[in-house]
């Protein structure tokens, strides 16, 4: 166990490990003392490290953990990294020579597997995973430079090996193909692609990449250049150990609040899953409320969970995991290359290289289901954050947390934030009402107090003054850089038109809650149809649940800015009808079929 405690430190050297992680590592089921034996293997381990006449310990203790201090030439780890990155810089600077010859002494660094004799937990097992696939791509780049120098001949024994140890690896093949071209062979570099053929269809219903068709092609006609082959980029973007992705917003400096579910997502991201399932937390709520700022917040609290890499992506309805997947792809170091021409094989590449890692994948605004399934990351050690407006129902292993207004008084500290303390703090009174008329939308509340920034002279109760009036409460929360009314208003262009009707017919109802009955009568219809449009709209966070009425029914109410956009939009709330090709309620498997006076005066 102080070996398994040693390799991890090792492979975090000159970071700071978790006492949270080592758990993890050594127990599937922690004993109730698992911390207090990991100080003493932590002990143990000193006693075999230290120099009895050193003043401080080769480990470092912090409040988080423990971190082994490595210095250059110590770890053959850390100087394998530091060598592949000299070889890296050589070749960027004109001296292939060079680079192939830092390259091959890092490779001979190597003596066999790596930490083949220690047990590897579910912490380790995807580091030396990793390391693993390190030396494997730091070979292919190695061979890249050799044939670009010309060879052939030299290269053909070794690459005859990879590719049989590797009998689906295409970029060993193709490289494979290219050295026997090279070397005047060609009938068996064409047998090589016949053999991967096969073995690709047989195995995987899988046809090669339409770049090592090409090569084929191009070896039959006897037009295959030096070097050519799947990398035709300079080998020196393949290593991903160069740049770890860090694409996470910067978290925001006035952050207020959710403590709650800042608690809440941050547990259920490192919470270990059954299985080899990753964990995906969907962070729901309505249009302004926050979603994002809490979700970039926490990605920022989980970095150090996640060495591996921190990806992030603003989807929406028009998001395509096709594009998404090639950014996320090139983060990791992936060629544009070597990244496939169709989604089904770059999402599987994208889960065979999280597999084995601890990458965190924050996805803003998520909308479709299906297309979101491509973008979570595959394995244990991974966790994705998912912010959504809309349910994601059928979104697999997903656990929810719903994001509501701001507490009111955390409402007047992000006022405070934004706008300063002294007109804030001289009138509560004012400050909570300009929360509340703002539905304590931090989206609202920072327009609000921005608007108070930029007017120096304004106190707080004037601008309370200006938004009583409905009719011009949300032209008063327009500043030089946000304006609510754009965010509510793509919410509402997101529902399909018939739900668009029904939103606009219940908003005329007012600011009082309503039950389905109501709700019912506005649309023309019955109870049981006008159910669908309802759940549809609470669904879309666009209509809340209220408090029950006296008599126990449920009730419903728009958030007042939400209400009064859709009476402040030109379409008349009771006289615009549903569009010809629209006539059915179709969601939720309800069934409701649009009244013929849709488009007459109700």
Known sequence: MPRRVLALLLLSYNRTVTVSSLVDELWDSPPKLARKTVQTYIYTLRKHLDDPAAEVSRIESSPLGYKILVRPGELDHAEFEATVQRGTAALRDGDPEGALRRWREALGLW?????????????????????????????????????????????????????????????????????????????RALDVFAGLRDRMVESLGLDPSTRLVELQRRVIEGTLDRGSGVHAEPPAADHPVAVTPAQVPPDTADFVGRVREHQEVTGLATRRSAGSAPRVVVLAGATGVGKTTLATHAGHTLRPEFPDGQLFAALGPAADPFDVLEHFLRAFGIPTSQIPDSLAERTSLYRS??????????????????????????????????????????????????????????????????????????????????????????????????????????????????MADGDSRLQELVTRRLDPSTSFEDAYLRLAPAYRWAFRRLCALGSTAFTLEDAAAALLTDVASAECPVAELVDANMLVVAEPTHDGHVAYRFPELVRLHALLRHEPALTAGLPDDVRQWTSLGAGWSAPASAGKVA
């Open 353 to 466: 290289w999280t597999a084995g890692r601890r990458v965190l994948v924050v996805l803003d605004d998520a909308v479709h289901v299906e297309r979101l399934a491509h973008l979570i990351p595959a394995g244990p050690g991974c966790a994705a954050l998912v912010t959504t407006r809309v349910g994601l129902q059928g979104l697999a292993g997903a656990r929810l947390v719903k994001v509501g207004p701001l507490a009111a008084a955390d409402g007047v500290r992000l006022m405070r934030q934004v706008a300063g303390d002294a007109r804030v703090v001289g009138d509560p009174g004012a400050a909570n009402r300009l929360a509340h008329l703002c539905d304590n939308l931090p989206l609202a509340i920072r327009a609000a107090a921005e608007k108070l920034a930029a007017r120096p002279s304004w106190q707080v109760a004037e601008l309370v003054e200006r």
């Open 111 to 187: 003596r066999g597997a790596m930490l083949a004799d220690v047990h590897l937990g579910s912490l380790l097992q995807p580091i030396v995973t990793r390391a693993e696939g390190d030396r494997l791509r730091l070979q292919g780049q190695v061979i890249d430079v050799a044939l670009g120098l010309g060879e052939y001949r030299d290269l053909v024994p070794e690459l005859e090996l990879l590719a049989a140890t590797n009998p689906l690896h295409e970029g060993f093949h193709a490289q494979l193909m290219t050295a026997l071209s090279g070397a005047g062979d060609r009938s």
